[in-house]
């Protein structure tokens, strides 16, 4: 299965959870893309069965600026070939910021369900003020995304 890995990240903190969540689907068997700076047409030539988003939050809820093009090209476009594909979510926030918590992530949720992917897990909301190695925090997480993927 191929897996198309979608990050938005401000100081590459989601990054860092993106290259660990590829690594660990890839040794799981599947096949994956991550590129922070990908393109519609890199994604949809990658032909993706599955998406996982990893998207830290950034100003009142908003997503970081390198997402932010590709999110708004999937959303003007909602390729129809995505419908019913499954997808899932892990949002970076900081809970002190309250209502715009995982903002960013929320806004992939909203996004994944445009688009009529199937939201395999409820998103994982990992919080800067209690984890100092979010990668690590996001493994038990990932192990169930690889399960609901098989």
Known sequence: MKVAIL?????????????????????????????????LADVLAFEPQAFLAVTSTTGMGELPDNL?????????????AWRGLPGAVIGLGDASYGDTFCGGGEQMRELFSELGLREVLPMLRLDASETVTPETDAEPWLADLVSALQ
């Open 7 to 39: 990050s938005g990240s401000v100081y590459g903190t989601a990054e860092e959870v993106a290259r660990h969540a590829a690594s660990i689907l890839k040794t799981a068997g599947f096949e994956t893309m991550h590129n922070p700076r990908a393109s």
């Open 68 to 80: 932010q093009p590709l999110y708004s090209m999937i959303r003007d476009q909602l390729p129809a």
